[in-house]
C-alpha cells in the first residue's frame, strides 16, 4: 500500500494539521515507510505460534501473578451522584447533544 500527496492532505485534514509542503513530503515518507513494514510484518505465517503475554515469556518461563477476581469495594452509587444535577433511576441525566 503505497499513499500519495492526496492521501497525506486529507489524513492531515481529518487530524485538524496544517502540513507546510515540505512537512507533508517528509510526512509521505515516513508514512509509505510504516506502510511497508506493516506489510512485511502481515507476509509472515504466524500459524502456530503462541501469543506472549510477555516480551520475556520467549526467552524464560514466567510466572503470571494473577489476583482472585473478587469484588473489593461497596456500592457508593448514591453517594457518587449525590453531586450530580440530574439522576434518575441510578442513572445520569445529561443534556442531548446529537440530533
Same mark, same amino acid.
Given at each position: 500500500?503505497?499513499? *500519495?500527496?492526496?492521501?497525506? *492532505?486529507?489524513?492531515? $485534514? #481529518?487530524?485538524?494539521? +496544517? #502540513?507546510?509542503?515540505?512537512?507533508?513530503? @517528509?510526512? #509521505? &515518507?515516513?508514512? $509509505?515507510?510504516?506502510?511497508?513494514?506493516? &506489510?512485511?510484518?502481515?507476509?509472515?505465517?504466524?500459524? &502456530?505460534?503462541?501469543? #506472549?503475554?510477555?516480551?520475556? *515469556?520467549?526467552?524464560?518461563?514466567?510466572?503470571?501473578?494473577?489476583?482472585?477476581? %473478587?469484588?473489593? +469495594? *461497596? $456500592?457508593?452509587? +448514591? %453517594? $457518587?451522584?449525590? @453531586? %450530580?444535577? %440530574?439522576? +434518575?433511576? &441510578?442513572?445520569?441525566?445529561?443534556?442531548?447533544?446529537?440530533?
Amino acid at each position: 500500500m503505497s499513499l *500519495s500527496h492526496d492521501d497525506v *492532505s486529507r489524513i492531515a $485534514n #481529518l487530524a485538524r494539521l +496544517e #502540513l507546510q509542503p515540505a512537512e507533508s513530503a @517528509s510526512l #509521505l &515518507g515516513n508514512l $509509505n515507510d510504516f506502510f511497508k513494514i506493516v &506489510g512485511q510484518m502481515s507476509a509472515v505465517d504466524t500459524a &502456530g505460534v503462541e501469543p #506472549l503475554y510477555t516480551p520475556l *515469556s520467549a526467552i524464560q518461563q514466567v510466572q503470571l501473578r494473577l489476583r482472585e477476581d %473478587a469484588v473489593t +469495594e *461497596s $456500592n457508593q452509587r +448514591e %453517594a $457518587n451522584q449525590r @453531586s %450530580a444535577p %440530574a439522576v +434518575e433511576d &441510578g442513572l445520569f441525566l445529561v443534556p442531548k447533544v446529537i440530533e
